[in-house]
């Protein structure tokens, strides 16, 4: 069982930075990649970043790459995505999950991650 807890969210403006972080818990977290996903109001939640399980390998959507970068801790049980130059599409909440995985792997279907946190909300003004 892994429990994730999101935090750092927030209202900010076009062009601000903004870091989530992701708390993760339960005795097999290092044992998991982890994603980022995010949710507009009215849209389907979509991929945003993913790190594996090693902490070697990484990968974004088209729509953050160069402004986005995710990062993760297997000892603190930890995960951030450091998110700049912020516009108003970014505006959502954000959602970090936990995808049994082990080495480099990484998905970026939501199916394939078996916990959720609760979300934080973005939201950004033009």
């Known amino acids: 069982q892994v429990q994730l807890v999101e935090s750092g969210g927030g209202v900010v403006q076009a062009g601000d930075s903004l870091t989530l972080s992701c708390e993760g818990s339960?005795?097999?977290?290092?044992?998991?990649?982890m994603g980022w996903f995010r949710q507009a109001p009215g849209k389907d939640r979509e991929f945003v970043a993913a790190?594996?399980?090693?902490?070697?390998?990484?990968e974004y959507a088209e729509s953050v790459t160069g402004r986005f970068f995710v990062s993760g801790n297997n000892r603190a049980g930890t995960v951030s995505l450091q998110m700049n130059a912020l516009k108003s599409e970014d505006t959502a909440d954000y959602y970090c999950?936990?995808?049994?995985?082990?080495?480099?792997?990484?998905?970026?279907?939501?199916?394939?991650?078996?916990?959720w946190g609760r979300g934080t909300q973005v939201s950004v003004s033009s």
């Open positions: 790190i594996s399980q090693d902490n070697n390998n990484v």
């Open positions: 339960g005795r097999s977290f290092h044992m998991y990649s």
């Open positions: 999950a936990a995808a049994r995985s082990v080495g480099s792997k990484i998905t970026r279907r939501s199916e394939y991650y078996e916990y």
